[in-house]
């Protein structure tokens, strides 16, 4: 089993529409965790970075973190089709080497 | 201002030949990490540089990868006696310093490496 597990999708939303993503992770010792998206053919581009539980958000994104049931999610409200790409969730835990889930590819619908 | 770059964009090399893949971070940030992502394996740690400290290699496949950091900037991965299943996309990134290990990585474009 993996250290950070991700729905690969597709998921495929209509233009407008709420995007849900999420992850889990078995590893107790991850504290720091992030989201990146990547676009085909280019590297992963960071979106969210959080410390520990709780919710970020940061324009048409919201990430949440509940390290009690070891659950990410990452929200993107008012989905757009530029918004179209893999997701990627990643932790790490105090040093610097991040485990990233499979990815999620995203497909919003114009 | 200018992100992490790496070259070439695109490697395609015969078996047994030997490669390199070079690195350049953004200016100011003491981390360098490599990544390799594959299909069916998704985005795999490979090799860390911090500062002087000894690289952590704990993620390198087999021991014909080899990675250095010269003068504390620009990075070079090398891969000797390539074999098809290391075909990949070779990631970098950066990041600021950090005692804890909270920096945020900034990944570069990739190098893309085909081995026919």
């Known amino acids: 089993q993996k250290e950070v597990e991700q729905d690969p999708g597709p998921l495929s939303v209509p233009e407008g529409a709420i995007v849900s993503l999420n992850c889990t992770y078995s590893n107790s010792a991850f504290q720091y965790f992030m989201w990146y998206r990547q676009y085909s053919r280019k590297g992963p581009e960071l979106l969210m970075y959080t410390y520990s539980s709780g919710n970020k958000e940061d324009g048409r994104f919201t990430a949440q973190v509940d390290k009690s049931s070891k659950y990410i999610s990452l929200f993107i409200r008012d989905s757009q089709p530029s918004d179209s790409a893999t997701y990627l969730c990643?932790?790490?835990?105090?040093?610097?080497?991040?485990?990233f889930g499979g990815g999620t590819r995203v497909l919003v619908k114009p | 201002g200018a992100g992490v770059s790496q070259s070439p964009s695109n490697k395609v090399t015969e078996k047994g030949k030997d490669v390199e893949l070079r690195c350049d971070p953004i200016s100011g940030h003491t981390a360098l990490y490599w990544y390799r992502q594959s299909l069916g394996q998704g985005l795999e740690f490979l090799i860390y540089f911090q500062g002087n400290s000894a690289p952590d290699k704990s993620g390198l496949p087999s021991d014909r990868f080899s990675a250095e950091r010269t003068g504390g900037s620009v990075s070079t991965l090398t891969i000797q006696r390539t074999q098809q299943e290391d075909s990949a996309v070779y990631l970098c990134a950066s990041s600021l310093a950090s005692l804890a290990g909270g920096s945020e990585q900034y990944f570069g474009p990739g190098t893309r490496l085909t081995v026919t």
């Open positions: 990643a932790a790490k835990a105090a040093g610097n080497k991040l485990t």
